[in-house]
């Protein structure tokens, strides 16, 4: 993938975590549940949650594709 910020070409590579990662316009202070309008970017499951992503080393941005969530 290239880079849309510098026009180089991007590592793939995946977001991983203990729990569900999310997108959220408002900060969770406290309590890390997502809400209903809130978006998934990885399936949470006993191997823990993964989804395909993009990182620019130059211009320190990762790009998610989270319509590929990994099981």
């Not at 408002?26 to 809400?35: A, G, I, L, Q, Y």
Request: charged share 20%; glycine share 6%.
């Amino acid at each position: 993938m290239i880079c849309p910020f510098c026009g180089r070409e991007m590592i793939p590579g995946f977001v991983q975590s203990a729990r569900k990662v999310f997108f959220t316009q408002e900060k969770h202070s406290w309590w890390f549940v997502p809400d209903t309008e809130d978006v998934l970017l990885t399936r949470h499951n006993m191997t823990g949650p993964t989804c395909t992503a993009y990182h620019c080393p130059d211009c320190k941005k990762v790009i998610a594709d989270y319509g590929n969530k990994q099981t």
